[in-house]
């Protein structure tokens, strides 16, 4: 029995040092500032947002409505697009590039900006056959919710950035932290959240 388990545990650390070699990294909730969010702007089945509120840690839920959160997500584009990269000369698709997108920005229940617009993206390709439609509509799902996932795990790490202090410097701070969160595949806006904390520290 005890060279059992120490077998069992041998695999066990040898299956963790696999997936960790691959690049597998257990997603961890960050924790948040605030309990209660609101999601604006979303559709009603945005995929994007469900995968939000599955990044959330179990101090936050979704709030109702606006008035009832201490913090707004407001999603100005929230969009899945699927592009053929490669074709047969018979025209059959041969490969796929997923790309998701979401535009955003971060408001208090007033309707006064946190964090001014953002962009998050994500491109993944695919190969296509269509002897294997099925299985690959599937693996395409499977891709644009892996994609969002890691979208929404980076918009909460943004999220907890945002502290409740007020006062300028408190916005730098929340601004540049939140800057420093963005993933390197991101794409940022005109006006970086810096930038617009300096603005808004400076009284402009």
């Known amino acids: 029995m005890t060279r059992r388990r120490l077998a069992l545990a041998a695999l066990a650390v ?3 040092a696999t997936l960790a070699a691959c690049g597998f990294h257990r997603r961890i909730p960050q924790p948040l500032n605030y309990e209660r969010i609101a999601l604006s702007g979303f559709a009603d089945r945005s995929t994007m947002a469900d995968e939000i509120r599955r990044a ?3 101090t936050a839920h979704i709030a109702s409505n606006v008035l009832e959160s201490q913090v707004v997500i407001e999603a100005v584009e929230d969009t899945q697009k699927t592009t053929v990269e490669a074709s047969t000369a018979f ?5 796929l590039e997923l790309h998701v997108k979401l535009r955003y920005r971060v408001l208090d229940p007033n309707g006064v900006e946190l964090l ?3 962009d998050m993206e994500r491109f993944r390709d695919m190969t296509y056959d269509e002897k294997d439609a099925l ?3 599937t693996e395409l799902k499977a891709l644009y919710r892996d994609m969002q996932s890691d979208m929404a795990y980076q918009l ?3 999220l907890s950035a945002v502290g409740k202090p007020t006062g300028p410097a408190a916005h730098v701070q929340a601004a540049r932290a939140a800057s420093a969160a963005l993933a390197p595949g991101s794409a940022p806006s005109s006006v970086s959240a810096v ?3 300096a603005s808004q520290a400076a009284g402009h």
């Open 135 to 137: 299985a690959k509509d």
């Open 91 to 95: 025209g059959q698709v041969r490969e």
């Open 14 to 16: 040898a299956a963790a």
């Open 195 to 197: 930038e617009w904390a």
């Open 56 to 58: 959330l840690p179990s």
């Open 116 to 118: 001014p617009l953002a």
């Open 156 to 158: 909460i790490r943004v």
